[in-house]
């Protein structure tokens, strides 16, 4: 990954917005840096949708101020440095996919080739076939291999994988860490956790149009979600709520049940403490975790 620079590609500072009576941000503050994939996630309703249309210049704030690429999304500009990959795209079905690709390249200056288009998107071998009789998973693929054939400096992925089976989704994932790697910014918003979890170096959660959090997403997880260790041990459980990192202790007769962050050394200790120790499982402490327990404090 390339490291963030001092000048974001995109950003939100104290935005607010209203529908009617209704507050859909308020004061949200996040930026996007090049090389970074960042994470927007929240419930349905929670404001992702606004924010995301405020930086593609679809909407204007209330309040606040929004920047793109250094300017104003708004600009003609600055919406040619960028990709979008929405939910639903309506594209002509009776076109090959070949012919889709190269009339969105013809939209921009210096474009991906097409045969580097198809291999991003794996659909190498369905480039002569009409979109309108792929599947909704492959349709998804050429959606993102349009998105991406500007060699956009950020990239919008909302829901990108929505329909992909496992290996398209993994190839998706590998293509979407080659664009990071090469500098693109990316904004992704997905309700597939795992997916955030497997792409994403910062997270930002909006939760009733309100920022819960914002950092890494190692951050994250570690002051939110605390791995469960279970065991069979006749440690006292005093003793063990002493150790550095562990924060409850339940005993249950000889199963024991600790919350502990990090969780590798209190195993490390554990086995070294009680030689008979059994049944030792640790599962826990991801993103899934953390993300409903920070959006149920909030509700």
């Not at 918003?189 to 497997?198: D, V």
């Not at 997403?217 to 041990?233: D, H, K, T």
Request: glycine share 10%.
């Amino acid at each position: 990954m390339t490291e963030p620079t001092a000048s974001p590609l995109a950003s939100l500072h104290n935005v607010q917005v209203h529908y009617g009576d209704v507050a859909a941000l308020q004061g949200v503050s996040f930026s996007l840096h090049r090389g970074e994939v960042l994470a927007l996630l929240g419930r349905n309703g929670a404001g992702k949708s606004t924010a995301i249309s405020l930086l593609l210049g679809l909407r204007r704030a209330d309040a606040g101020r929004i920047e793109l690429l250094g300017g104003d999304p708004q600009e003609r500009d600055r919406r040619g440095g960028i990709g979008v990959m929405l939910q639903a795209t309506a594209l002509p079905p009776l076109l090959q996919v070949g012919e889709l690709i190269d009339l969105a390249r013809t939209c921009y200056v210096d474009p991906r080739s097409l045969e580097d288009c198809l291999a991003l998107a794996g659909l190498t071998d369905l480039a002569r076939r009409r979109y309108g009789k792929l599947s909704g998973g492959q349709q998804r693929r050429v959606q993102f291999a349009i998105a991406v054939c500007g060699r956009p400096q950020l990239l919008f992925l909302d829901e990108p994988t929505t329909g992909l089976d496992i290996q398209a989704r993994q190839q998706l994932w590998q293509a979407i860490r080659q664009l990071a790697a090469e500098g693109c910014g990316v904004l992704l918003t997905t309700h597939y956790l795992e997916e955030a979890e497997a792409l994403a170096q910062r997270v930002v959660v909006i939760e009733q149009g309100r920022v819960l959090a914002d950092g890494p997403l190692a951050q994250f997880r570690q002051q939110l979600a605390p791995r469960r260790i279970r065991c069979r041990s006749a440690l006292e459980v005093e003793a063990l709520k002493t150790w550095p990192g562990v924060r409850e202790v339940v005993r249950d007769g000889l199963r024991l049940q600790l919350l502990a962050e990090p969780a590798e050394p209190v195993v490390a200790r554990l086995l070294a403490e009680d030689p008979q120790l059994q049944e030792l499982d640790v599962h826990g402490g991801g993103l899934a975790d953390a993300f409903v327990e920070l959006t149920r404090e909030a509700a």
